[in-house]
């Protein structure tokens, strides 16, 4: 079955340090890869994005993303946190062939201190 | 302009009755789909309406239904309410398939 894993639960991170959550997905064909972020007491919203092309992809806020097929692999990251990135995020896969479809991970939860 | 809106925004019902939610897309999208996010989970996906069709649809029970009106506004309904169905109820709506999709506020259905 199709399924998306996220290893880190939940992370705690200082200010200014830097991040990588890992998401990997169990799908043989060609996927579109999404991360979404959920703000407290926010809807979700997209991050960034991967179709085809260059497989580093640059999100909003200074995250960036980096899909490494052979590994089936899909990793978020910032070089440099700041308190207002404490939220939730989804690593997100859709297999191109069928529908809108998304399968999403357990989520990360992130929280950054001062 | 407007995103995604849902309706309502929280509910409570017991057991055995009915429920429906409503959702309208973005102005212009005609795509449609309807996740599940019960707490400490990532959204399950239930159904997706492109031109008022179904287009996908996961693995929930036949107590689940939806359908698109001509306004590409969408309603998820759900009989015989199980406790097991207390969620976070998320819409969201793109433009075609396998592109972005935008996420609506959700409607927090409890089951007593």
């Known amino acids: 079955a199709q399924s998306v894993s996220q290893h880190n639960h939940h992370v705690i991170l200082s200010e200014a340090a830097s991040l990588e959550l890992g998401c990997n997905y169990s799908?043989?064909?060609?996927?579109?890869l999404f991360w979404y972020v959920q703000y407290p007491g926010q809807h979700l919203q997209l991050l960034l994005k991967?179709?085809?092309?260059?497989?580093l992809v640059k999100g909003i806020k200074g995250f960036e993303a980096e899909f490494i097929k052979s590994k089936f692999s899909f990793n978020l990251r910032k070089p440099s946190v700041q308190w207002s990135d404490t939220a939730e995020y989804f690593c997100?896969?859709?297999?191109?062939?069928?529908?809108?479809?998304?399968?999403f991970g357990t989520g990360t939860r992130l929280q950054v201190f001062p | 302009d407007a995103g995604v809106t849902q309706s309502p925004t929280h509910l409570i019902k017991t057991r055995g009755q009915h429920v429906t939610l409503r959702c309208s897309p973005i102005?212009?999208?005609?795509?449609v789909s309807w996740y599940q996010q019960v707490l400490g989970q990532g959204p399950q996906f239930i159904f997706q309406?492109?031109?008022?069709?179904?287009?996908g649809r996961g693995n929930f029970p036949d107590r689940f239904s939806a359908r698109q009106f001509p306004n590409y506004s969408s309603e998820l309904n759900v009989n015989a309410l199980l406790l097991g169905d207390s969620a976070l109820y998320l819409c969201a709506s793109s433009t075609d398939r396998a592109t972005e999709q935008f996420f609506g506020p959700g409607t927090r259905l409890t089951v007593l």
């Open positions: 309406y492109y031109e008022k069709e179904e287009r």
């Open positions: 997100a896969v859709n297999p191109s062939y069928n529908t809108d479809k998304l399968i």
């Open positions: 799908y043989g064909g060609t996927v579109n």
């Open positions: 102005s212009g999208h005609k795509s």
């Open positions: 991967y179709f085809s092309g260059d497989p």
